[in-house]
């Protein structure tokens, strides 16, 4: 590139309750199921395989197994959960496949590689814990510049499954059923995943994925198994009788679906099914993570003593009998506090406990006193939890999540106490509790009995004896296997392979990833039912997309938000709604009464995020070039060149326009508008344009500009730059704290986003 001085003048289960319907404004109960319920101990089935015989990938393998797998490898995992959703940090055929975590050939645009740069790390990890040097992270980048794009399963000549497809395939099912049952059916899609060439095996998981999210939902008193309404098994059907729901549940669904991904059938649906508009599979896996609307299709009371009542369970009259056993766990992998766990049965319905205690709190709390809740004893010999969790089975033998405060009263967030950032580490929502459960309540080993019976335990000889009724010396352990075994056949009945994972995770928390993940144009393109080059000349042609998208969509990924707004405007939708729920809210289903609760406040602790764009991506040569970015946050910008000789110049902040600080969501334009310089592109071949945005950091390490030498900081060849230090010996700070923007801010100082973009010259 070519940098050209201008001066300012140059251009540049419901049916064992009473239901009611109500509006938004009424009283629906909001609840949070999800938390990771009585995880502790849990392993996950999909162990790393061989290190590859590609001595790059090799290498790599080796670096990420040695320095990531603990938290992102299926059957190595060091806690409760995969980090961030990420369970196979060493399936490198699988990485390279995910454009949201790598771009084969484009280190720098890759977030894998953004990741080592940074030294990311979960919070309760050590300072002491062993991080890649630089050497191994020039490794990784090595790999990752050879790594090539995994072949796909099918090419741009198959037609994509359209919205009229989809239209004739459940018009096709409702009329075999007949009037009466076809009404009663309702649809699903992964259509979008055979669009975007996804294999049998892949498709088959998460077909299962969706049959046991709604099983998890269902007071039907048998497992459902969905059925396939189309030749490639990507519409599923069921019928809401089967699961214990009315056309209220699915309309309450429905209505929330985000306009960009709901398919417009208007037209295309005869009318006598013209009110069951399917859903799409992985964003209702992402949906129902949320509390209130868990609570609301569940049908879930507000309070422990209620939901006790609804399962036909004496928890009065059992508890602190050997017919409520207990057990004690020391340290909670999830709140590092004691937890004590408790077991309740009548008939086939069972009820699991969970009281958490915080770290803070002390061991000797839980553990001096370990008759917590039973009223019949001293006060002294009651501890009292700072948060309850329940398990419990469905009619139908799948599992329910709820969690209440210390007076049993269902809330919709963790309380504070135990909230700690190994659960916000593994993640939260349905999706959490059900991955943490996979094979029914997770195994324990107590420690509390052999406590009771040491002599370290001085309580009175009549505690001591009610103690020892409560905490068996076997016992517990073989109902927590029974009951594994009983929900392990529910899902066999509902033909879920119970052991399958998807990328090593559990096969729902897979599928709400799905969701979440960032996209490039092929994926966009299957969502919309189209062809890659058919939608890119949709974007071109639509003026109420924002050209930056449009840009960015061409050089890379974008976001799901992002997403929804394209998929929106190429149909000519209103734009209001992409991102979250419909207009006009949803009717609620709640139990009859049903007092009002708080709901969540979301989340605000979002990363740290940087946008980088260029007009076009390809450039004749000798023409002039403006590169864009926006960040979210303030933050301080520098943009390096990497010309196709591997020669790297700082573009950004220069003697021009030293002033490199940017401001939430405004873009900037370099150079800018009235700069006195310009940028000419020169070499044939492609160039590279790195962005790092950083918070309170005014220039990346190994960057000293000095502009009375140099008016644009010339680094020289960026890989022996790149080698010499680019990036931090020390791990980046992390943020730290609760939720809802309590994190410190001495946290945030420090934060880095990093982007990347190719350019071609021609």
Request: net charge neutral.
């Amino acid at each position: 590139m070519q940098l050209v001085r201008a001066y300012s003048e140059a251009t540049s289960g419901i049916r064992w309750r009473r239901l009611v319907i109500t509006s938004a404004a009424g009283s629906a109960a909001a609840c949070f199921l999800l938390a990771l319920s009585l995880c502790s101990d849990v392993a996950f089935a999909a162990p790393a395989g061989a290190p590859p015989s590609d001595p790059r990938a090799a290498q790599a393998f080796a670096i990420l197994d040695a320095n990531c797998s603990g938290c992102h490898q299926a059957g190595k995992l060091s806690g409760p959960a995969p980090g961030g959703d990420l369970a196979n940090i060493l399936s490198l055929s699988e990485l390279v496949a995910e454009p949201h975590l790598v771009r084969p050939g484009q280190p720098d645009a890759s977030r894998l590689y953004h990741v080592l740069l940074d030294r990311h790390r979960p919070l309760d990890l050590s300072a002491e814990t062993p991080w890649p040097d630089r050497s191994d992270i020039q490794r990784v980048r090595t790999y990752l510049e050879q790594a090539a794009a995994p072949a796909r399963a099918c090419g741009q000549a198959d037609a994509p499954i359209t919205a009229q497809g989809i239209a004739a395939a459940i018009d096709a099912a409702t009329t075999a059923a007949g009037e009466t049952v076809g009404r009663d059916l309702r649809f699903i899609t992964l259509s979008h995943f055979s669009n975007d060439c996804m294999g049998e095996w892949e498709l088959e998981g998460y077909r299962q994925a969706i049959g046991k999210l709604l099983n998890s939902l269902s007071w039907g008193l048998r497992p459902v198994a969905l059925k396939r309404i189309d030749p490639g098994g990507t519409i599923l059907a069921f019928r809401l009788a089967d699961i214990g729901w009315i056309p209220e549940h699915w309309a309450a669904i429905a209505a929330r679906e985000p306009t960009g991904i709901a398919l417009d059938l208007a037209g295309k649906l005869s009318s006598r099914v013209a009110d069951n508009r399917p859903v799409r599979a992985d964003w209702l896996a992402f949906a129902i993570r949320d509390s209130a609307l868990y609570g609301e299709l569940l049908g879930l009371p507000p309070t422990l003593e209620e939901l006790v009542r609804l399962l036909g369970i004496d928890r009065e009259g059992e508890i602190g009998t050997a017919k409520a056993p207990r057990a004690a766990i020391r340290q909670s992998q999830i709140t590092r506090g004691p937890r004590v766990i408790e077991r309740f049965q009548a008939e086939n319905r069972r009820l699991w406990l969970a009281y958490d205690t915080a770290e803070a709190s002390g061991e000797r709390d839980v553990f001096d006193r370990p008759l917590g809740y039973i009223r019949t004893v001293a006060e002294r010999y009651r501890f009292r939890a700072d948060g309850l969790r329940a398990l419990f089975t469905l009619p139908n033998g799948f599992l329910g999540y709820s969690v209440f405060d210390p007076n049993g009263v269902r809330v919709p967030a963790v309380p504070a106490a135990i909230d700690t950032p190994a659960a916000r580490w593994a993640g939260a929502g349905l999706a959490a509790c059900i991955s943490c459960h996979s094979a029914g309540p997770a195994p324990f080993t107590d420690a509390m009995r052999g406590h009771i019976e040491s002599e370290k335990f001085t309580a009175p000889k009549d505690v001591r004896d009610a103690a020892l009724a409560v905490y068996p010396a076997a016992g517990l352990a073989t109902q927590r296997e029974h009951d594994s075994s009983a929900f392990r056949r529910a899902m066999i009945q509902a033909g879920i392979d119970p052991d399958r994972t998807i990328h090593g995770l559990e096969i729902t928390s897979a599928l709400a990833r799905r969701y979440r993940l960032d996209l490039d144009a092929r994926a966009i393109a299957a969502e919309a039912g189209l062809r890659v080059e058919t939608l890119a000349g949709a974007v071109a042609a639509d003026k109420t997309i924002d050209p930056s998208l449009a840009h960015r969509l061409r050089q890379g990924v974008v976001s799901r938000a992002e997403a929804n707004t394209v998929l929106a405007a190429i149909r000519g939708l209103r734009p209001e709604s992409v991102t979250g729920d419909r207009p006009s809210q949803p009717p609620k289903v709640t139990l009859a009464p049903s007092p009002s609760q708080p709901r969540a406040e979301p989340d605000t602790e979002a990363p740290l995020r940087l946008l980088l764009w260029t007009e076009r991506s390809r450039y004749a040569s000798g023409e002039l070039v403006a590169f864009h970015a926006a960040a979210s946050a303030p933050c301080h910008l520098t943009l390096i060149g990497i010309d196709p000789a591997g020669k790297a110049t700082v573009l950004f902040p220069s003697e021009f326009e030293p002033d490199n600080l940017l401001q939430p969501h405004r873009p900037v334009t370099v150079p800018a508008a009235g700069a006195q310089y310009q940028f000419r592109l020169r070499e044939r071949g492609l160039e590279t344009i790195i962005g790092v945005c950083q918070v309170g950091v005014k220039f990346p390490l190994g960057i000293e500009p000095d502009y009375e030498r140099q008016r644009f900081t010339v680094l020289g060849s960026y890989e022996n730059f790149e080698r010499s230090g680019f990036q931090s010996d020390a791990p980046a700070p992390r943020t730290r704290g609760g939720r809802n923007g309590s994190a410190k801010t001495d946290a945030a100082q420090g934060a880095v986003a990093r982007a990347a973009i190719r350019i071609a010259i021609e």
